[in-house]
């Protein structure tokens, strides 16, 4: 936590600068998409309310309902419903996590914003992140940290730069270890942004939002729904 606190003043001194070249209003998870699709010649296809079909050169690649694209496998949503199965397949691949843990839940809700209780000691407080993974890559990284100006309100961070490899691998781990996911966010407690060690998986979400990757409130913010739909595009070619 102390970590993040650190890079407070200086992200925001550059904050205003981002800001002015994003969208007014910003773009939502579907309009990330789209545009991202629409750059590789990909048409989004409306079908009914919330659920849409991607077709290239005339053939249907892929979907997306909910925040869920095609590359979440119906078995992979099973798996994440079921805390006991997601456990033991984390335990399979000798990642370290505290998913069923008494505070695990509390401490890090996969949906952004969350509330989160300022710890009385910032310096032993875990740093709690949230990447964004696609295929075998990070492809975004942010810290989550309550507002030291108080006002009950969450920050994000963008941090994809500033971690440990491992701290990514441990990332990119997680998401493997669920077979039939390919992109989705994994949430991690670690103790330092340095290291990995001491690191634990806390959550894995496959509707987790791409907006506060692509705008983050401090930081330029990373191309989340662009991985997506280039990887959209690669497991189409297989």
Same mark, same amino acid.
């Given at each position: 936590m102390?970590?993040?606190? &650190?890079?407070?003043?200086?992200?925001?001194?550059?904050q205003a600068q981002i800001n002015a070249t994003r969208p007014d209003p910003l773009l939502g998870d579907s309009q990330l998409l789209a545009a991202a699709l629409a750059s590789r010649s990909v048409t989004a296809k409306r079908i009914t309310e919330g659920r849409w079909v991607f077709e290239f050169r005339g053939h249907v690649i892929g979907g997306f309902a909910n925040r869920v694209t095609t590359l979440v496998s119906a078995h992979s949503r099973r798996l994440l419903g079921d805390p006991a199965q997601l456990r033991a397949h984390l335990d399979l691949m000798e990642v370290p996590h505290a998913i069923g843990a008494d505070d695990a839940s509390e401490q890090f809700q996969p949906m952004l914003p969350i509330e989160l209780e300022e710890p009385e000691n910032e310096q032993d407080?875990?740093?709690?992140?949230?990447?964004?993974?696609?295929?075998? &890559?990070?492809?975004s990284m942010i810290g989550v940290m309550p507002d030291p100006e108080g006002g009950g309100r969450t920050l994000t961070i963008d941090v994809t730069d500033r971690v440990d490899e491992g701290i990514s691998q441990l990332a990119v781990n997680g998401l493997c270890s669920v077979p039939g996911l390919l992109a989705g966010a994994v949430n991690m407690q670690v103790s330092s942004l340095d290291t990995a060690e001491g690191g634990v998986v806390i959550g894995i979400d496959e509707t987790a939002s791409t907006?506060?990757?692509?705008?983050?409130?401090?930081?330029?913010?990373?191309?989340?729904?662009?991985?997506?739909?280039?990887?959209?595009?690669?497991t189409a070619a297989l």
């Amino acid at each position: 936590m102390l970590q993040l606190l &650190s890079l407070l003043e200086p992200l925001r001194a550059q904050q205003a600068q981002i800001n002015a070249t994003r969208p007014d209003p910003l773009l939502g998870d579907s309009q990330l998409l789209a545009a991202a699709l629409a750059s590789r010649s990909v048409t989004a296809k409306r079908i009914t309310e919330g659920r849409w079909v991607f077709e290239f050169r005339g053939h249907v690649i892929g979907g997306f309902a909910n925040r869920v694209t095609t590359l979440v496998s119906a078995h992979s949503r099973r798996l994440l419903g079921d805390p006991a199965q997601l456990r033991a397949h984390l335990d399979l691949m000798e990642v370290p996590h505290a998913i069923g843990a008494d505070d695990a839940s509390e401490q890090f809700q996969p949906m952004l914003p969350i509330e989160l209780e300022e710890p009385e000691n910032e310096q032993d407080h875990p740093a709690l992140l949230q990447a964004y993974c696609v295929g075998k &890559s990070v492809v975004s990284m942010i810290g989550v940290m309550p507002d030291p100006e108080g006002g009950g309100r969450t920050l994000t961070i963008d941090v994809t730069d500033r971690v440990d490899e491992g701290i990514s691998q441990l990332a990119v781990n997680g998401l493997c270890s669920v077979p039939g996911l390919l992109a989705g966010a994994v949430n991690m407690q670690v103790s330092s942004l340095d290291t990995a060690e001491g690191g634990v998986v806390i959550g894995i979400d496959e509707t987790a939002s791409t907006v506060p990757h692509h705008y983050p409130d401090l930081g330029p913010g990373r191309g989340v729904a662009e991985a997506v739909a280039e990887h959209i595009l690669f497991t189409a070619a297989l």
